[in-house]
């Protein structure tokens, strides 16, 4: 069992960053694949970026892609998304997700699958103003 909880939104220029954190608690977090999905108003709920355990595979959605950067820190349960360049359409509620590793032939299709993650936090908004 893992227990996410988000922190770091709020609001902010376009064009300005943001540092999101997803604070792991229970143990064997290096043994978890972990997800950021947003939800904008009135949108589905959509694939951010993923990273594996070791840290050093990671996916992002082609919006996100050089402009938002996933880290994790294993040894101190947590799991950063750094989001540069923000835009008005990266307005959204952030939410992190966490899935057992597991080898996948498809990797990417499955970590930016939200149905593949059964542990998810409470979410922080993030918005830019324009």
């Known amino acids: 069992q893992v227990r996410l909880v988000e922190s770091g939104g709020g609001l902010v220029q376009a064009g300005g960053s943001l540092r999101l954190s997803c604070a792991a608690s229970?143990?064997?977090?290096?043994?978890?694949?972990v997800g950021w999905f947003r939800q904008a108003p009135g949108k589905e709920r959509e694939f951010v970026a993923a990273?594996?355990?070791?840290?050093?595979?990671?996916y992002y959605a082609d919006s996100v892609k050089g402009r938002f950067t996933i880290s994790r820190d294993n040894a101190k349960n947590t799991v950063y998304l750094q989001m540069n360049s923000l835009k008005a359409e990266d307005t959204a509620v952030y939410y992190c997700a966490a899935r057992t590793y597991t080898s996948v032939v498809f990797t990417k299709v499955v970590l930016s699958t939200e149905k593949t993650y059964p542990y998810w936090g409470q979410g922080t908004q993030v918005t830019v103003s324009s």
């Open positions: 990273i594996r355990p070791s840290g050093y595979n990671t």
């Open positions: 229970g143990r064997s977090f290096s043994s978890y694949d």
